[in-house]
């Protein structure tokens, strides 16, 4: 079995003898001890796996490792900046209080991070375009709608922070 | 027809339900209106003791006293405060989190009475032990109603002690000593100092008599009713493991469990040796059943490196099932077999009141119509998991679990051992529902340790998931009622056919559990409720709001049948039947105040703008529920598109569950019943053929979207009745709130849900 380095929330991480098909997801968990970043479906319906992949919002269930290759890898564990200072979306879940159980959101920001990183400025159509493969198994919708709102203020008021 | 006088024991399942009872709940008795408030006296303290340097050290055990006015299956309450130097003031939790927010409400109880600063407050989650605890479970909306109480008495008599010992000190009266935001103030003189810095001195005090403990007034709250974000939030937002899947040991294995995927078939053989040739695979072992269908099924169990490993190995795995025994249910089966009952007499009277047939007078309209639910699954996000280690003849789990208490011993009769060699850790839980108040998996989990002597986390798919689940019960009720031109509702009678394991008794919730207290069973004169069984054998649970879920679509869809049939205005039409009848004070905490009902569903009305025009093929419903001691109104703003595009806009709440405890918390989980509600009547359907589960996965049970969630405003009616659960009431009046507006906004009424089967399409 091959053996990869991955680029993981700006660290060079080294994995040794994996399967190629080893969805992204189990070498974050179990390789790595990433978990913030969860399984729910195992077939990229549910979204609770959300992270991303140069950037763009992918389903770590579902994405081979074999396929990662030179790509950044950036999970809810690397989305504060260095020294902590939390991203204006995970300032905004808080102060909504939008998680119920709390599972989902991990994914549920990293989808609304990829949104805001590329448009910063959304509409609630928008929203709910970005966020439409993210289940809530508690409900939390309305607030996950505000949220994104508020971070999205924040953000444009800071001209953006990547 | 045989009269049975209340439902018997259905299965072992009646155990869970007696826990999560709402009548237990309040510790109120049939016949008693008053709340038993557990006795705080100095006999009660378990252990008091001031530790030098560590501060004050309080651990409550009212237990004693819960007991002399309870029985001893009735729940008993620790709570557990420890005031460090630093000012801290640590807090047990003592009931699992699955998203209810309990790890923040009960904490909140205690630090109002303290008057600690909010800020100073660190929320641990307690051990399991229910000897020190009491009850220890997340169900039936009981958490703040049977703790409100008790916690509030536990706080205010540690401030009593931290004014007791600034008194000391400063030598002056008690009474001219005060608290505020964790100090004890003189205000004559000025002079403030920190809890932090009263802990020693505090110790020595005696605990007060519970008479001399002055509780505050509702209007003096300064947490109580706020909105507080909840305590694990920043830990949520950055990833943090706080899940039981989260959970890793040393040397710790990944391990899968192949059940028969007709409930009930057993092992009789397997392909071991090639599975175990796998890579990473370490043991691929059959386990028997222990023959508790709660704790251990027969199967076969896979344990490797990785989850991912165990995952491969498992798609390899090839079983033969002996399924002589197994279930043969077939969904499409068991309706033929209801539309062929409800044609005939029912089996059992479950209440009648009045003369049913001969109720018709010349005047009234009669209709009867023929209402069909289905299965669910219960579907939490984080799968049924848990991390297991046995070792020495002890066994330790950590457990996404709702009755971690009763996982003590559950594992203890699953592994053989005595439940004082069992350690249960309570993690976070994604998601509840009432799935997790079953502990099959925890129990799983161990037994694989115990044969491999090993650290090892069990890990469901999501396919064992849904397959493996025990589901909401679907059902059908073949109900007839008589309206006089006036609206008044004249008879009504609700043949419910449902399900039955032993061809006896109903399946756990396939009947209301206090028929004579469901609405509207005492608002109409002439009433039956009767019911028959059909035999099955798929697994049955308590799924959030448990009968409740079913009961009200079908009563309060028909309820607006009755309207439409009298040509009356539905609010009008309700408010009449539940305002005309006497409106006499609860007796009980599930017995329905006509008053409560009858604000909440004007001030629905009055919040969503009932009666105003709308423009064709959009329509308001109305619909009321009363259960888990909470009233809940509903309305739901619904467009109609020709093709049966049905786009809910907007969905009003009004609730009324006495004071709320935490207005973030309590409006979220209204929010969220709301978006559960419409999940769960949309698309979801569980059936199954030949005893195995159809669904498999998300791609054929789907969700609620966030495309599809409509707007939610929630509004309390705080009342001074004592404070009952919000995590489910507000669930029950959006279904059939959901079916009346489509009525309003197409003429179609809805008999059948899932939606989709009626041709429906939720956009």
Same mark, same amino acid.
């Given at each position: 079995m091959p053996d990869y380095m991955l680029d993981v929330n700006g660290k060079r991480h080294f994995v040794e003898e994996v399967e190629e098909e080893t969805p992204l997801l189990w070498v974050l968990r179990d390789a790595l001890g990433l978990v913030g970043t969860k399984y729910g479906c195992g077939i990229a319906a549910c979204g609770a796996c959300t992270m991303h992949i140069d950037g763009i919002a992918a389903r770590s269930c579902s994405f081979p490792v074999s396929a990662v290759g030179d790509q950044k890898i950036m999970t809810i564990e690397g989305l504060a900046a260095e020294g902590g200072a939390l991203h204006p979306l995970q300032k905004a879940w808080i102060e909504k209080d939008v998680a119920q159980c709390g599972y989902c959101q991990a994914g549920q920001i990293m989808s609304a991070a990829a949104l805001l990183a590329e448009n910063p400025d959304p509409s609630d159509e928008e929203i709910d375009n970005a966020l439409e493969g993210n289940y809530c198994r508690c409900g939390t919708y309305n607030r996950i709608r505000a949220a994104v709102r508020v971070a999205a203020n924040t953000y444009n008021k800071r001209g953006g922070i990547e | 027809m045989k009269e049975i006088a209340s439902t018997p024991k259905a299965s072992v399942f009646e155990e869970i339900l007696d826990e999560i009872d709402p009548i237990i709940a309040h510790g109120i008795s049939e016949n008693s209106s008053a709340m038993i408030s557990p006795d705080i006296n100095r006999r009660s303290f378990l252990k008091l003791w001031?530790?030098?340097g560590l501060g004050l050290l309080l651990v409550f055990n009212l237990s004693e006293a819960s007991k002399a006015a309870r029985s001893n299956t009735l729940s008993e309450l620790n709570a557990y405060i420890r005031i460090s130097i630093d000012g801290k003031v640590a807090i047990y939790s003592k009931n699992p989190e699955v998203g209810q927010g309990i790890k923040t409400s009960l904490p909140m109880i205690i630090a109002e009475e303290l008057d600690a600063d909010w800020r100073d407050v660190v929320v641990e989650q307690s051990p399991i032990d229910e000897s020190i605890f009491g009850r220890q479970n997340a169900g039936g909306s009981r958490s703040v109603a049977t703790n409100y109480d008790a916690l509030r008495y536990a706080g205010a008599a540690a401030r009593y002690m931290l004014r007791a010992a600034a008194a000391k000190i400063w030598n002056v009266p008690l009474g001219e000593c005060s608290t505020e935001l964790g100090h004890v103030i003189h205000a004559k003189t000025g002079r403030r100092i920190p809890y932090g810095q009263?802990?020693?001195?505090?110790?020595?005090?005696?605990?007060p008599e519970k008479n001399k403990i002055r509780l505050k007034k509702r209007k003096n709250f300064k947490l109580l009713g706020k909105r507080i974000t909840g305590v694990d939030n920043y830990a949520l937002v950055?990833?943090?493991?706080?899940f039981g899947i989260d959970q890793t040991l040393p040397d710790m294995l990944y391990a899968v469990y192949e059940k028969c995927p007709a409930?009930?078939?057993?092992?009789?053989?397997?392909n071991y040796d090639e599975v175990l040739k796998l890579p990473d695979v370490k043991h691929v072992f059959p386990l028997e059943g222990n023959g508790h269908p709660l704790e251990l099924s027969n199967g076969v169990a896979i344990v490797a490196t990785s989850t991912w490993a165990a995952f491969r190995a498992k798609e390899k795995l090839k079983v033969e099932w002996d399924e002589s025994d197994a279930s043969k249910d077939d969904w499409f089966e068991l309706i033929e077999q209801a539309r062929l009952l409800k044609a005939q007499p029912a089996q059992h009277t479950l209440y009648q009141t009045g003369a049913v047939e001969e109720a018709v007078s010349d005047t009234a309209k009669s209709i009867q119509a023929f209402y069909t639910h289905h299965f669910i699954a219960h579907a939490t996000l984080e799968p049924q998991n848990c991390t297991a280690w046995y070792r020495n003849d002890r066994v330790e789990v950590w457990a996404p679990t709702q009755s971690p208490g009763r996982a003590v011993n559950n594992i203890a009769?699953?592994?053989?051992?005595?439940?004082?060699?069992?350690?249960?850790?309570?993690?976070r839980a994604g998601g509840g529902f009432g799935r997790r108040l079953v502990n099959d998996s925890?129990?799983?989990?161990?037994?694989?340790?115990?044969?491999?002597?090993?650290?090892?986390k069990l890990q469901w798919s999501r396919e064992d998931d849904m397959m493996h689940d025990f589901y909401r019960v679907g059902g059908f009720h073949a109900v007839k009622g008589s309206v006089d031109p006036d609206g008044r509702v004249t008879r009504w009678g609700d043949h419910l056919i449902t399900f039955s394991e032993d061809g006896e008794k109903s399946v756990i919730a396939g009947v209301p559990r206090r028929p004579k207290e469901e609405f509207p069973a005492s608002f109409i004169e002439n009433f039956q409720l009767t019911q028959s069984l059909i035999p099955l054998k798929t697994r049955c649970g308590l799924w959030r709001a448990p009968n409740s879920n079913t009961h009200a679509w079908v009563v309060q869809s028909f309820l607006h049948e009755l309207s439409t049939t009298a040509g009356v205005d539905h609010l009008e039409f309700l408010l009449e039947m539940i305002g005309t009848a006497e409106r006499r004070g609860a007796q009980n905490a599930n017995s329905l105040n006509a008053e409560r009902a009858v604000d909440v569903i004007q001030m629905a009305a009055l919040k969503a703008g009932w009666g105003r025009t709308l423009p064709k093929g959009r329509g308001l419903g109305l619909a009321f529920h009363f259960s888990h001691g909470g009233y809940f109104a509903e309305v739901a703003e619904v467009s109609v598109?020709?093709?049966?595009?049905?786009?809910?806009?907007?969905v009003t709440v009004v609730g009324d569950v006495g004071p709320i405890i935490n207005l973030s918390g309590a409006e979220n989980q209204c929010q969220g019943s709301v978006i559960d509600g419409l999940s769960a009547m949309f698309e979801q359907e569980i059936t199954m053929k030949q005893g195995r589960v159809e669904q498999k996965n998300f791609d054929t049970y789907s969700l609620l979207r966030i495309s599809q969630a409509p707007s939610v405003d929630?509004?309390?009616?705080?009342?001074?009745? $004592?404070?009952?659960? &919000?995590?489910?009431? !507000?669930?029950? $009046?959006?279904?059939? &709130?959901?079916?009346? !507006?489509?009525?309003?906004?197409?003429?179609?009424?809805v008999r059948t849900l899932p939606l989709v089967k009626e041709g429906f399409n939720v956009i």
């Open positions: - | 001031g530790a030098g009263l802990g020693d001195k505090a110790a020595t005090i005696p605990v950055t990833g943090q493991p706080l409930i009930g078939g057993c092992v009789k053989n397997a009769h699953t592994v053989g051992l005595d439940a004082s060699k069992v350690v249960v850790n309570q993690t925890v129990c799983e989990a161990a037994a694989i340790s115990k044969y491999i002597n090993a650290p090892v598109s020709e093709t049966k595009d049905v786009k809910v806009h907007h929630v509004h309390f009616i705080q009342s001074d009745n $004592p404070p009952t659960g &919000a995590g489910e009431p !507000a669930l029950t $009046p959006l279904a059939p &709130a959901v079916c009346n !507006a489509i009525y309003s906004a197409s003429g179609h009424r």
